[in-house]
Antibody, heavy 115, light 110 residues
């Protein structure tokens, strides 16, 4: 069945770079897009960016200068890298598969930006 | 960016109807398809897709949930409300980038 699982460090220091991995199973990255969505504690959902089945990417314009999304199709993994982290980047980061709507979600990984 | 506006909270009695609205700053329809989706999120859990493309029930979702609307005005209806429906509900558009979400409507029991 379709599954997505996020992994990465729980704590990142301010100004450092966040690296997250989304490992998927049950579907192919070359036929589906994967998106990242984040949720600050107690707040709503924010779309971060996406990598499409063909490998192209789209990013939230507010984050674009700090963000990179890539993938390794042989390992069924999608990567998120965000640099110059600030405390406002503290959030749960979800990866999710899209078929238009975001129909499968990982459980999310909590990332805290703090010294 | 397309802005989606939701009321913060809604209180309803069990077994009654809940109507949650979402208004968009721009039309999210294209070629007869409404690129509006609805999600349910319970505390400590990931969001779950309920309704896609305005009115289509996602797999495994009870028929108590329904979606309607077009253009800039959309509605999620839960009828009848059950105790398990206590959650926050988000609308989301996928017509234009960046994808955007509403701020969420928290469903409470009277």
């Amino acid at each position: 069945q379709v599954q997505l699982k996020e992994s990465g460090p729980g704590l990142v220091q301010p100004s450092q770079t966040l690296s997250l991995t989304c490992t998927v199973s049950g579907f192919s990255l070359t036929s589906n897009s994967v998106h990242w969505v984040r949720q600050p504690p107690g707040k709503g959902l924010e779309w971060v960016g996406a990598i499409w089945s063909g490998g192209s990417t789209d990013y939230n314009s507010a984050l674009k200068s700090r963000l990179s999304i890539s993938r390794d199709t042989s390992k069924s993994q999608v990567f998120l890298k965000m640099n110059s982290l600030q405390t406002e980047d503290t959030a749960i980061y979800f990866c999710t598969r899209s078929r238009g709507a975001l129909n499968y979600w990982g459980q999310g990984v909590m990332v805290t930006v703090s010294s | 960016d397309i802005v989606l506006t939701q009321s913060p909270a809604l209180a309803v009695s069990l077994e009654q109807r809940a109507t949650i609205s979402c208004k968009t700053s721009q039309n999210v329809d294209n070629y007869g398809i409404s690129y509006m989706h609805w999600y349910q999120q319970k505390p400590g859990q990931q969001p779950k897709l309920l309704i896609y493309e305005g009115s289509n029930l996602a797999s495994g979702i009870p028929a108590r949930f329904s979606g309607s609307g077009s253009g800039t005005d959309f509605t999620l209806t839960i009828d009848p409300v059950e105790a398990d429906d206590i959650a926050t509900y988000y609308c989301q558009q996928s017509k234009d980038y960046p994808f955007t979400f509403g701020s969420g409507t928290k469903l409470e029991i009277k």
